[in-house]
C-alpha cells in the first residue's frame, strides 16, 4: 500500500487542435492512475505537450503567428480539454519551460562527456512529415510523405552501442515492453545492425528548438528533446527527493505509432547518461475511422467537445475504455457507441438505481432499508460481488480494463436478474421486511460496483453515491449504511432516443 506509481502519457503535438485519439491515451492514464489511488498508492500522473520541431513551427508559420505564441494558444484548447474530460493530472509539461530546456541541456552534455556524440556529414532520405532520416527500405514502404533527399552536418548519437544492452534489457525484463506482441517486434527489429540516431537539426533549417549546449549552429532534434520530459516533470534537476520516489516510472502510455522511439531512442539515451529505464512501456492501438487511423493529418477525426455536449463526459469515458481492447485497433462508430451506451448505462446500470430509488422513496420514505437477514440468493450476490472485485483486480493488472467494466456489467446484470426473480415490487405489499433485504442487498452491489466503475466515470459514480448518501469508498460488503435518506436525482444515463439518428 502507498506505494509510488509514475504513469506518463506522450507529450502532444501543438500542430493541431486534441482529437479523440489523444484524449483516448490522456482518458486512459486517468483511468489507470485514479485507479492506483483507489487501491491506495501514491500515483503521480504526468501529461504535456510537445512544442518544439518542424511540425509546430510549420503550422504558426502558417497561421502567420510566432511558435511560442501559436504554442501558448493551442495549450489552452488542451487543457481545457483536459478539464472538461476529468482529467485528474498531477503535472502538465510544456517542453518550452525553462525547467524542461535546463534538462535537455543536461543530458546532452552528460551523453556528449561520455563520448556518445560525434559530428558527422549525412546524406540520406528525410521525411519532413516524421521529422527523421528514412532508410531506403521505409521511403519504399510508402508509408513516409514528404521525402526530401537531404545532405548535411549533423550531430549523431551512439544509439548503436547500446543495442546488445538493449536486447538484453528487453530479454531480461519481461514487462519492460508491452503487449507481448510489440515486445516480438521490437525484438524483430533489432535483428538489422541499428543506426546511429541524428539529434541535431542545423538552424538555418530549422531554429525552433533547444539549442544544443556543444554549438550554437544547431537545435535539438525533436525527438530527443521530447523524451526527456518524462524525468523533467519530477524533478530530475531540481528536486532529488522527488525523482527517487518517482523515476523510474511504473508506465509509460503510448500509440503503437510511436514505439519505436520509446522502445529503443529513449532506453538507449537513458543508458548513455547512466539513468534507469522505466519499468513498462505498454503501446496501445489505434481508433480507427472506417478501419482508416483516425489522424489529424487524414482529416478524419473526432472532435471529443461535440461527443461531451451531446452524450455526457462519462459515457465517452465508458466507451473508450469498454471497447478497445488494449493492444488492438478498435473502431469507433457512433452507432456502436449509441449501442453501448443505452444497454449498459441505460438499461443496466443507470436502470438498478431507478429500480432502486423509486422503491425505496415509494415504500421507505426514501430511507434506506435494514436488511434483516442474508437468505440464500442474497449470500449468492454478496458472494458474486466478492469474485467480481477479485477479478476486477486481475483484469486491471493485466490491462484488460475493458474485461474489468464487463464483468462489473455481468455483476450488475445479476443483480438485475436478483430482482427480477425476487420482484421486490411485488414484496413490498406482503412483506416489508424481505423486501428491504433484497433492495439492500441490491443498493450495496451498485454501491461496490459505482466504486470499482469510478475511474472510469468519476462524475456520473459521485452522482450516484450521492443518491445512496455514502462516502463509503470500501470495496468490501457492507458499507452501506442504512437509515440513511435517499438523494434525488434525475435518470443517471437518459435512454439515447435513436429514431432521429
Ligand atoms: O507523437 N488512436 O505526438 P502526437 C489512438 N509528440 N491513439 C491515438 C490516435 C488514434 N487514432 N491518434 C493519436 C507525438 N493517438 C509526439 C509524442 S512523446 C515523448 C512525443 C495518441 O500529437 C497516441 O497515444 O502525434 C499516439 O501515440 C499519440 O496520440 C501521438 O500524439
Not at 511560442?68 to 495549450?75: A, G, P, W
Not at 462519462?314 to 469507433?332: C, H, K, P, T, W
Request: hydrophobic share 35%.
Amino acid at each position: 500500500m502507498n506505494k509510488p506509481f509514475y504513469i506518463t502519457t506522450p507529450i502532444y503535438y501543438v500542430n493541431d487542435a486534441p482529437h479523440i485519439g489523444t484524449a483516448y491515451t490522456t482518458i486512459l492514464a486517468d483511468v489507470i492512475s485514479r485507479y492506483q489511488k483507489q487501491l491506495g498508492n501514491d500515483s503521480f500522473f504526468l501529461t504535456g505537450l510537445d512544442e518544439h520541431g518542424q511540425k509546430v513551427q510549420d503550422a504558426a508559420t502558417k497561421r502567420g503567428v510566432h511558435p511560442k505564441d501559436h504554442c501558448d494558444e493551442m495549450s489552452k484548447s488542451f487543457l481545457s480539454l483536459w478539464e472538461r474530460l476529468h482529467i485528474s493530472n498531477n503535472d502538465f509539461i510544456r517542453t518550452t519551460e525553462d525547467r524542461h530546456k535546463i534538462v535537455v541541456e543536461k543530458i546532452l552534455k552528460t551523453v556528449y562527456n561520455a563520448g556518445d556524440i560525434y559530428e558527422d556529414e549525412y546524406e540520406g532520405l528525410y521525411s519532413v512529415s516524421e521529422e527523421r532520416f528514412i532508410t531506403e527500405k521505409e521511403a519504399e514502404s510508402g508509408q513516409f510523405r514528404d521525402i526530401k533527399k537531404l545532405k548535411e552536418k549533423n550531430y549523431f548519437f551512439k544509439m548503436s552501442k547500446y543495442q546488445n544492452s538493449l536486447i538484453e534489457h528487453i530479454k531480461s525484463n519481461p514487462m519492460f515492453l508491452q503487449p507481448e506482441h510489440r515486445k516480438n517486434e521490437i525484438l524483430g527489429f533489432l535483428k538489422q545492425p541499428l543506426n546511429d540516431l541524428c539529434i541535431s537539426r542545423p538552424k538555418s533549417r530549422l531554429n525552433w528548438g533547444i539549442e544544443l549546449p556543444f554549438d550554437s549552429n544547431y537545435v535539438t532534434y525533436v525527438w530527443f528533446d521530447a523524451l526527456i520530459n518524462y524525468i523533467t516533470a519530477p524533478g530530475f534537476l531540481n528536486d532529488k527527493i522527488l525523482f527517487d520516489k518517482y523515476w523510474p516510472a511504473s508506465m509509460h502510455l503510448i500509440g503503437k505509432d510511436i514505439l519505436t522511439t520509446h522502445a529503443v531512442y529513449w532506453p538507449t539515451m537513458l543508458m548513455s547518461a547512466g539513468i534507469e529505464l522505466p519499468k513498462t512501456i505498454f503501446a496501445h492501438g489505434w481508433w480507427l475511422m472506417e478501419d482508416e487511423k483516425m489522424s489529424k493529418s487524414t482529416g478524419n477525426v473526432i472532435n471529443p467537445m461535440d461527443l461531451i455536449d451531446d452524450y455526457g463526459v462519462d459515457s465517452i469515458r465508458y466507451y473508450l475504455m469498454r471497447e478497445m481492447v488494449l493492444g488492438q485497433d478498435a473502431n469507433f462508430t457512433i452507432k456502436s457507441f449509441i449501442n453501448r451506451y443505452n444497454s449498459d448505462l441505460a438499461n443496466d446500470f443507470g436502470n438498478l438505481l431507478s429500480r432502486i430509488s423509486t422503491l425505496i422513496n415509494k415504500n421507505y420514505n426514501g430511507y434506506i432499508p435494514e436488511a434483516s437477514y442474508m437468505g440464500e440468493e442474497e449470500n449468492k450476490i454478496k458472494s458474486s460481488c466478492i469474485d467480481l472485485v477479485e477479478k476486477f483486480d486481475i483484469y486491471m493488472s493485466k490491462m484488460s480494463i475493458n474485461e474489468a467494466i464487463e464483468e462489473t456489467l455481468q455483476f450488475v446484470r445479476k443483480i438485475n436478474r436478483y430482482f427480477e426473480h425476487m420482484a421486490p415490487w411485488k414484496l413490498v405489499k406482503e412483506d416489508l421486511s424481505s423486501a428491504a433485504t433484497v433492495l439492500y442487498t441490491g443498493a450495496e452491489g451498485l454501491r461496490i460496483c459505482s466504486v470499482l466503475l469510478s475511474p472510469i466515470m468519476p462524475e456520473r459514480t459521485k452522482i450516484l453515491l450521492y443518491v445512496l448518501n455514502t462516502d463509503s469508498k470500501i470495496r468490501n460488503w457492507g458499507g452501506l449504511d442504512y437509515g440513511k435518506k435517499l438523494g434525488e436525482h434525475t435518470p443517471l444515463f437518459p435512454r439515447i432516443n435513436t429514431d432521429n439518428i
